[in-house]
């Protein structure tokens, strides 16, 4: 009789574990928060750090960083402390050399003034094309720059009245609108991303060009067309609330610039509730789906183009305003990704997502632009001269906000208030 045998079973394949990405996340930001940025990110650093050790507690057999998370912990808790211990010195004491009320009160006149609403009301138009039809428009300063050349061109140079000049401005985006949208919305989204942005250059070139600044005034722009807006400012003298701080002149301007803003906000909000509003969602998950059911996906994406434009439009036209000046670089590419970086902050497809992230925006900017600006200024300087000087410390500034944009993008792509849904970008 013969013994069977039996071969042995293989033992079972283990996967590696991966250390899990809260837990870089964690150390990163907290090594960040002591030594680049002064404490900002260690709050963020602990958080991070709690949120790896959750994970990894829940699934131990896939991930590994214990160790890796509870020194981002500590690093953000050390961190924290430095901030608040800034904080406190800087407001309180003559100790540190950087005034923090003062940074502070800058950053709040820029969150609430005129430049914010600019951007909030450029982000607008940009909620209406980017976060809820899914257009790709990268050419938002084109949109700005036709309206504000439109009343300009109007009054100064054609010699018509302010407030038929005003309504001409408004009619130019939608001019725009529909000569970008006949030749391009029925293509891919692409080609109107190429469409816009080069349509955005070709204005601002031609609005500076030399053979034209008869009519439109060249590089150096044109003025003298703003008087009207001028004397109907109510406001005589400078309005000082304590935090904040503006001229007469500005103090109007945001009076008037804010209104504006929730009128759009307003609109916005009663058009996307509405069936049409839903349509356009729609389009922008699935816009085969929408033209099955009968509907004509270009008339909507038309009238959501002519509609953010008009946004767009709105924010020039306030933009010459509030300066009294058009000049061609104003209008740069630049002013639309700046736009694009107050919708991402504040959340795209959400009704308040541009305002908040054009002030967010604004007061990071003008914050870290006036913290570095007396860190890097004096005798003896907070920040040595051989790791930055007064001149640099104004682009470190944008070097910071990129980072925390890019931050923001890796951890929380939908933005502050947004749905990461909103944003899926590669599906459209």
């Given at each position: 009789m013969s013994a069977t045998t039996r071969e042995p079973s293989a033992a079972p394949t283990l996967r590696p574990k991966r250390t899990h990405p809260a837990a870089i996340a964690s150390a990163v930001l907290g090594v960040a928060?002591?030594?680049?940025?002064?404490?900002?990110?260690?709050?963020?650093?602990?958080?991070?750090?709690?949120q790896a050790l959750a994970a990894i507690e829940a699934d131990p057999d896939d991930y590994e960083g214990r160790n890796?998370?509870?020194?981002?912990?500590?690093?953000g808790v050390l961190g924290?402390?430095?901030?608040?211990?800034?904080?406190?010195?800087?407001?309180?004491?003559?100790?540190?050399?950087?005034?923090?009320?003062?940074?502070?009160?800058?950053?709040?006149?820029?969150?609430?003034?005129?430049?914010?609403?600019?951007?909030?009301?450029?982000?607008?138009?940009?909620?209406?094309?980017?976060?809820?039809?899914?257009?790709?428009?990268?050419g938002q300063a084109g949109f700005m720059a036709v309206g504000a050349y439109g009343l300009a061109v109007s009054v100064v140079t054609f010699d018509i009245s302010f407030w038929a000049a005003v309504g001409i401005s408004l009619l130019a985006p939608i001019v725009l609108a529909i000569l970008l949208g006949v030749p391009t919305l029925r293509l891919r989204a692409d080609y109107l991303a190429i469409a816009t942005i080069a349509t955005a250059e070709i204005l601002r070139l031609t609005f500076g060009s030399v053979e034209m600044s008869d009519t439109l005034g060249g590089s150096n722009g044109l003025t003298g067309y703003a008087s009207t807006y001028?004397?109907?400012?109510?406001?005589d003298s400078r309005l000082d609330l304590g935090f904040v701080?503006?001229?007469?002149?500005?103090?109007?301007?945001?009076?008037?610039?804010?209104?504006?803003?929730?009128?759009?906000?307003?609109?916005?909000?009663?058009?996307?509730?509405?069936?049409?509003?839903?349509?356009?969602?729609?389009?922008?998950?699935?816009?085969?789906?929408?033209?099955?059911?009968?509907?004509?996906?270009?008339?909507?994406?038309m009238q959501a183009l002519v509609l953010g434009g008009m946004f767009g439009g709105l924010a020039g036209l306030?933009?010459?305003?509030?300066?009294?000046?058009?000049?061609?670089?104003?209008?740069?590419?630049?002013?639309?990704?700046?736009?694009?970086t107050a919708l991402l902050i504040g959340g795209a497809a959400r009704v308040f997502g541009p305002v908040v992230g054009a002030m967010i925006f604004w007061f990071l900017i003008s914050g870290l632009g006036s913290f570095l600006g007396q860190a890097t200024s004096g005798i003896d300087p907070l920040?040595?001269?051989?790791?930055?000087?007064?001149?640099?410390s104004s682009l470190v500034r944008f070097i910071a906000t990129g980072l925390g944009l890019m931050l923001l993008m890796i951890f929380r792509p939908q933005g502050i208030f947004g749905d990461r849904r909103e944003i899926a970008i590669d599906e459209r």
């Amino acid at each position: 009789m013969s013994a069977t045998t039996r071969e042995p079973s293989a033992a079972p394949t283990l996967r590696p574990k991966r250390t899990h990405p809260a837990a870089i996340a964690s150390a990163v930001l907290g090594v960040a928060g002591l030594t680049l940025t002064a404490g900002i990110a260690s709050p963020f650093a602990f958080w991070k750090g709690r949120q790896a050790l959750a994970a990894i507690e829940a699934d131990p057999d896939d991930y590994e960083g214990r160790n890796l998370a509870n020194l981002g912990r500590v690093l953000g808790v050390l961190g924290t402390v430095l901030l608040l211990t800034w904080l406190v010195l800087g407001l309180f004491t003559d100790t540190l050399p950087v005034d923090i009320a003062r940074v502070f009160k800058t950053a709040l006149n820029q969150a609430l003034g005129p430049n914010a609403i600019v951007f909030a009301l450029a982000a607008i138009g940009l909620n209406v094309h980017f976060g809820y039809t899914g257009l790709l428009n990268f050419g938002q300063a084109g949109f700005m720059a036709v309206g504000a050349y439109g009343l300009a061109v109007s009054v100064v140079t054609f010699d018509i009245s302010f407030w038929a000049a005003v309504g001409i401005s408004l009619l130019a985006p939608i001019v725009l609108a529909i000569l970008l949208g006949v030749p391009t919305l029925r293509l891919r989204a692409d080609y109107l991303a190429i469409a816009t942005i080069a349509t955005a250059e070709i204005l601002r070139l031609t609005f500076g060009s030399v053979e034209m600044s008869d009519t439109l005034g060249g590089s150096n722009g044109l003025t003298g067309y703003a008087s009207t807006y001028q004397q109907l400012n109510p406001f005589d003298s400078r309005l000082d609330l304590g935090f904040v701080a503006f001229s007469a002149r500005d103090t109007w301007s945001v009076l008037v610039g804010w209104s504006m803003v929730a009128i759009c906000l307003l609109i916005v909000w009663a058009l996307m509730r509405s069936p049409w509003g839903r349509v356009l969602r729609s389009i922008r998950e699935d816009e085969d789906a929408v033209r099955s059911l009968g509907k004509n996906v270009f008339a909507y994406k038309m009238q959501a183009l002519v509609l953010g434009g008009m946004f767009g439009g709105l924010a020039g036209l306030f933009l010459a305003l509030k300066q009294a000046s058009v000049v061609p670089t104003d209008y740069s590419t630049n002013v639309t990704f700046f736009a694009y970086t107050a919708l991402l902050i504040g959340g795209a497809a959400r009704v308040f997502g541009p305002v908040v992230g054009a002030m967010i925006f604004w007061f990071l900017i003008s914050g870290l632009g006036s913290f570095l600006g007396q860190a890097t200024s004096g005798i003896d300087p907070l920040v040595p001269t051989w790791i930055m000087d007064n001149t640099q410390s104004s682009l470190v500034r944008f070097i910071a906000t990129g980072l925390g944009l890019m931050l923001l993008m890796i951890f929380r792509p939908q933005g502050i208030f947004g749905d990461r849904r909103e944003i899926a970008i590669d599906e459209r």
